[in-house]
């Protein structure tokens, strides 16, 4: 089994221990764009170990949870 060090709390959430939009609600924008972060790190250290047909799906992965916090951080500047 691969253990991956990005598997920590943040705000109450246990990244890799599933996903409740209540607790996402919960969390601060900055909360949120390190979540996703964690998130992207997960999906590349995947593709490391992935089945060359799964890499490209893990890494297209990672980078739309670095999208989602790109988008969050431009939602958060505008003050929304």
Do not use: N
Not at 30 to 39: F, K
Not at 54 to 60: A, D
């Amino acid at each position: 089994m691969v253990r991956v060090e990005s598997r920590q709390k943040l705000g109450g959430l246990g990244v890799l221990h599933g996903f409740e939009a209540g607790e996402w609600d919960r969390l601060t924008p900055a909360e949120r764009i390190r979540y996703c972060g964690l998130m992207a790190e997960e999906a590349r250290a995947l593709a490391e170990i992935a089945l060359p047909r799964m890499k490209e799906i893990y890494l297209k992965l990672a980078g739309q949870w670095l999208d989602l916090a790109a988008e969050i951080s431009r939602s958060a500047d505008a003050g929304h």
